[in-house]
């Protein structure tokens, strides 16, 4: 057997056993798309992944059923302003508390991780009495605001930090004597740089606040300023039970987004994941 030959069958080996190890990871989501296209019955009752009669008026159905239509747009722009506000705050703070020196900058990263180690459900109380103190209860606003100041935000921006330490600082100090101001450097130096990192923080912000359950759960109670975590549990009969085949049909239109996302960036996820990593 030549070398080439014998890292042909490897090769080989290795793709089916990986296959043989991603089946369990992609069932679930073909079990989704079996069940979107069975009749309400037949979704725990039958075994077979496709179904002799398909179902397809369940997605006609979903829209029917509540204004769909509207909570899937609720989702994707919270979760375009979200990551677009995350994305230009924590790039600020991340590159002053990278390259500024003032007084108690230590304590403000500090306090900025500390921030980290605080579950949401420890906050959602003191968040529920501020946003009805603003009077922003019913609105998208504590959707908006809570994830780019809550912890989302914090890690935003330690990332961001982390990058801009280790890039080199002669390239701002090239800027400086070209006559750029601070603001100047960081926009037109430091920030064409941290492509990487910005691609990275924007697909977990965008991930994180298209997945945004407790916050809606709390703070909206108008179905048509549903978001989609909270409209796919909507989906019951007039007893209470879960509607499966609407439910599934709609969580495989959710997903779509996220597919999409992950697809394009898949480098950028990986990268976001090592990012964590990168030492200042």
């Not at 600020?92 to 900058?105: H, M």
């Not at 709390?218 to 989609?228: A, E, G, P, Q, Y």
Request: a positive charge; glycine letters at 6%; hydrophobic letters at 55%.
């Amino acid at each position: 057997m030549t070398y080439r030959q014998h890292q042909k069958i490897t090769r080989i080996c290795w793709v089916l056993g990986l296959a043989a190890l991603a089946i369990p990871f992609v069932f679930p989501f073909i079990w989704m798309l079996s069940g979107s296209i069975k009749g309400q019955a037949d979704v725990f009752s039958s075994a077979a992944l496709i179904p002799a009669v398909p179902h397809f008026e369940n997605f006609p159905q979903v829209f029917a059923y509540q204004p769909f239509a509207r909570q899937y747009f609720n989702s994707l722009y919270i979760a375009v302003v979200v990551t677009g506000l995350t994305l230009f705050l924590s790039s600020l703070a991340g590159y002053a508390l990278a390259r500024l020196r003032f007084a108690g900058s230590g304590l403000v990263l500090l306090m900025l991780i500390s921030a980290l180690m605080m579950p949401e459900e420890v906050t959602i109380i003191p968040n529920f009495f501020l946003m009805k103190a603003l009077g922003l209860m019913n609105t998208h606003m504590p959707l908006i605001l809570l994830p780019i100041f809550g912890s989302q935000g914090v890690m935003a921006t330690f990332l961001m930090r982390q990058y801009f330490l280790a890039l080199p600082k002669e390239l701002e100090e090239a800027g400086r004597m070209d006559g750029l101001s601070r603001f100047g450097v960081y926009f037109k130096v430091a920030l064409p740089l941290s492509k990487p990192a910005l691609s990275a923080v924007g697909i977990i912000t965008f991930l994180f606040s298209w997945n945004l359950f407790l916050e809606p759960l709390v703070f909206v109670n108008d179905i048509k300023l549903f978001t989609l975590p909270l409209a796919l549990a909507n989906f019951t009969d007039t007893y209470g039970l879960p509607l499966w085949n609407l439910q599934l049909a709609a969580t495989a239109m959710a997903v779509v987004p996220m597919l999409i996302v992950y697809i394009l960036a898949q480098r950028q996820i990986v990268e976001s994941f090592a990012m964590s990593g990168v030492k200042g």
